[in-house]
């Protein structure tokens, strides 16, 4: 099966200025997630989907970051405006049901640079 | 506030050696345990899972779990130079669907 598809894959951008990332999960998977990795860190959940609903968007700064998932498959993570300390890579990951004790698979990341 | 501690190394061994990973863990009703392998500039990738105490074994790979010391662990047997990566612990509480994450342990792995 496909994997967790993300784009782009690098992005560079000047501080206060707007980015969106999108994501493309695996077929069928209900569950989307949204995780932040600052380097030297593990990831940290932004925010997590179920279908086009939001379970958990507790650690989402919400004041500059928003995310939607229309239709309940592709999402899209938007900040604006960005500051230095957003700089890290943006994981997506899908399950099918989060309620199995499984890990997940992650797509391969936005590498964010705020310059 | 749920911790998961891990060092973050480096770890450096010579190849064919056992290498030992640590991961402890604050939340007493910890219920699923999880080791990642995250190469440089690549997403993490599941490796391991482990739920009950003692050993689990895969391949060269084997997680062990003791709950009562809220201790995990990752031994990799005869390490190869392509084991050289950050090793990722994650920790889910019964109460939740969304596993902790620890910083990571890197792993270099010399000829």
């Known amino acids: 099966e496909a994997g967790v598809a993300q784009s782009p894959r690098y992005k560079i951008i000047e501080k206060r200025q707007s980015v969106a990332f999108w994501c493309n999960p695996i077929?069928?998977?209900?569950?989307l997630y949204w995780y932040q990795q600052i380097l030297g860190q593990g990831p940290k959940l932004l925010i997590q989907?179920?279908?086009?609903?939001?379970?958990?968007d507790s650690q989402l700064p919400k004041d500059r970051f928003s995310a939607e998932r229309l239709k309940g498959v592709d999402s899209t993570l938007k900040i604006q405006p960005a500051k230095l300390e957003d700089s890290a890579v943006y994981l997506c990951?899908?399950?099918?049901?989060?309620?199995?004790?499984?890990?997940?698979?992650f797509g391969s990341g936005t590498r964010l640079t705020v310059v | 506030q749920k911790e998961v501690e891990q060092n973050s190394g480096p770890l450096s061994v010579p190849e064919g050696a056992i290498a030992s990973l640590n991961c402890t863990y604050s939340d007493r009703v910890s219920q699923s345990f999880f080791w990642y392998r995250q190469y440089s500039g690549k997403s993490p990738e599941l490796i391991m899972s482990?739920?009950?105490?003692g050993d689990k074994e895969d391949g060269r790979f084997t997680a062990q779990l003791n709950k009562a010391s809220q201790y995990v662990s990752l031994l990799i047997r005869d390490s190869q130079p392509s084991d050289s990566a950050t090793y990722l612990c994650?920790?889910?509480?019964?109460?939740?669907?969304?596993?902790?994450f620890g910083r990571g342990t890197s792993l270099i792995v010399h000829p």
């Open positions: 482990i739920y009950s105490n």
């Open positions: 989907f179920q279908n086009n609903g939001v379970v958990d």
């Open positions: 990951a899908s399950s099918s049901n989060p309620g199995l004790d499984y890990g997940y698979t």
């Open positions: 077929s069928g998977h209900a569950t």
């Open positions: 994650a920790v889910k509480s019964g109460g939740s669907y969304i596993p902790t």
